[in-house]
């Protein structure tokens, strides 16, 4: 099998992952129903993913960074799939509590190992592109993951959703262990030295951006699937192709976010993105209060989708400018804030809609996403004061790479 062929079976293992973690958003009121939970309940197992994620990711790769990867990225894939197993046959919230903590910390370290892993056994020239196929692969899960699993909820009981995951996952600890090759560890890099960049005040500006942009995704997008039934009145067999739809549009935005960024540059495609952003959110909340009009809903869904996530590979590209000669570093960072991000709007999400109501919770999503356009505008003032200073300095457009 072909190192090509390889870096597609990484793929699919990461939309495995993506899959667990986006699904509770697409079935969040089958399991509040189910456990006898309120929605905010149930919301906050996306919190618990996320911190867990965000929080012990880098102390376990720190841990094991020298371990083989292959022999690492089949052990946490077992973690990952005991998780699942779990979520499929235990019964009770707080169970369902535990399998998710024991996924999160799996499914981290499936994931940044077989970043890992594409990047080692890929040809010189071919990084880059090895790990966005299987960044793609976690894209995919909100495309195909999500919907796939509202279709299999709805079908059968939600916990089938984690059982097809399980056995999905057993076949790929197979496959994994006898097509991908023996690859060396690293150099553990202490998590001090990770964490001192932060002292940097632009490397803490950058990471806010992140967290306030994917923070105010999080409030609304957790809460997607009730408010699609509750406050913009669609009908639950519409609900799987809003979703799609979604997930389609996610995958436009994050491609159009890299050409973007390659042809006008960081800032014009950051803020051009974040304020169409607010703006789609603005438009959704408003239509959904004077208008049930379901194709209308769904139509500014999918300009929410493509802004939201158009800000992705920018937001990337634009961290790594800010410290060039630790770039690693820097999206090792970015991962845990996004997490983090994640964990913070769904909890947010959960007050919102216990304290407010459901309907608030795009006001929120683009009260976040606001921040975060005002501290980008103020990083870009910083990093042109840099450039200003230091003739050389790395330049904000790709084409002066």
């Known amino acids: 099998m072909s190192n090509t062929w390889k870096v597609y079976l990484l793929s699919l293992v990461s939309f495995l992952v993506g899959t667990s973690e986006y699904v509770i958003s697409g079935i969040l009121d089958k399991i509040s129903d189910t456990m006898g939970i309120s929605i905010t309940a149930a919301g906050q197992l996306v919190t618990i ?8 990711t880098p102390v376990m ?30 019964q009770g919230f707080e169970f ?25 056994i890929s040809p010189e020239g071919k990084q880059a592109s090895s790990i966005a196929t299987v960044i ?3 894209t995919a899960s909100l495309i195909i993951g999500v919907p796939l699993g509202r279709v299999a909820a709805a079908a059968f009981e939600w916990q089938s959703v984690f059982g097809f995951i399980a056995i999905a996952g057993l076949l790929a600890m197979v496959v994994l262990s006898r097509t991908i090759p023996q690859v060396k560890g690293d150099v553990p890099v202490p998590l001090s030295k990770q964490l001192a960049l932060l002292k940097n005040p632009k490397v803490g500006l950058g990471l806010s951006v992140t967290f306030f942009w994917l923070g105010g995704y999080s409030i609304a997008y957790t809460y997607i699937s009730p408010y699609l039934l509750e406050a913009a009145d669609i009908s639950e067999n519409l609900l799987s192709s809003a979703l799609l739809a979604f997930g389609l549009a996610s995958l436009i935005g994050s491609k159009f976010g890299g050409y973007s960024t390659d042809k006008w540059g960081v800032s014009p495609t950051l803020l051009g993105g974040m ?32 802004a939201a996530w158009s800000s992705g590979p920018t937001q990337q ?5 800010i410290a060039p000669n630790n770039s690693g570093v820097m999206l090792g960072l970015n991962q845990s804030m996004m ?14 809609v216990d304290q407010v109501s459901l309907s608030s919770i795009t006001w929120l999503g683009m009260s976040g996403v606001a921040i975060a356009i005002v501290a980008a505008l103020i990083l870009q003032v910083m990093l042109k004061e840099r450039v200003r200073h230091k003739p050389g300095a790395y330049e904000t457009r790709s084409s002066n790479r």
């Open 49 to 56: 993913f996320s911190f867990v994620y965000a929080i012990l």
């Open 61 to 90: 790769m720190a841990i094991t960074a020298k371990m083989d990867r292959r022999r690492l990225l089949v052990s946490a894939l077992g973690i990952f799939v005991v998780a699942n197993i779990l979520s499929f046959a235990l």
């Open 96 to 120: 369902f509590i535990m399998a998710r903590v024991i996924m999160a910390i799996g499914a981290g370290m499936v994931v940044v190992t077989a970043l890992d892993i594409a990047a080692k």
């Open 136 to 138: 793609m692969g976690f």
């Open 275 to 306: 304020l169409l952003h607010v703006a789609a959110l603005i438009l959704l909340s408003i239509t959904v209060s004077i208008s049930h009009e379901p194709f209308t809903v769904i139509a500014i869904l999918v300009l929410w989708s493509f």
């Open 317 to 321: 590209f634009n961290l790594v400018r």
């Open 339 to 352: 997490q983090l991000a994640m964990a913070a709007g769904a909890g947010i999400g959960g007050i919102a």
